[in-house]
Nanobody, 116 residues
């Protein structure tokens, strides 16, 4: 049973920073890629950032230069460092892992609220 557990969300002022963490129950080398998605009320879930098993990364345009995704293979962890946060970054953030190209696993989500 694969489990992904997110942590690190919270309330932050505009311009502030947060670091999200995702702990996987198995070795993350098992996954083709891991990523962070977010969903704001009334919106569809969108991909924020993704990192492959080879270390390649990609980001949605709205977070480029502000967010950084990274992984610690030894700890089976994936992180999302979020800087210069904006109110429009407010959403529930979900950790995602893909195995065998088509099998998706999801965490339970962590709330990020950016407000003054």
């Amino acid at each position: 049973q694969v489990q992904l557990v997110e942590s690190g969300g919270g309330l932050v002022h505009p311009g502030g920073s947060l670091r999200l963490s995702c702990a996987a129950s198995i070795n993350i080398f098992s996954f083709n890629s891991m990523g962070w998605y977010r969903q704001a009320p009334g919106n569809q879930r969108e991909l924020v950032a993704r990192i492959t098993s080879g270390g390649s990364t990609n980001y949605v345009d709205s977070v480029k230069g502000r967010f950084t995704i990274s992984r610690d293979n030894a700890k089976s962890m994936v992180y999302l460092q979020m800087n210069s946060l904006k109110p429009e970054d407010t959403a529930v953030y979900y950790c995602n892992a893909v195995r065998a190209i088509t099998i998706n696993y999801w965490g339970q989500g962590t709330q990020v609220t950016v407000s003054s």
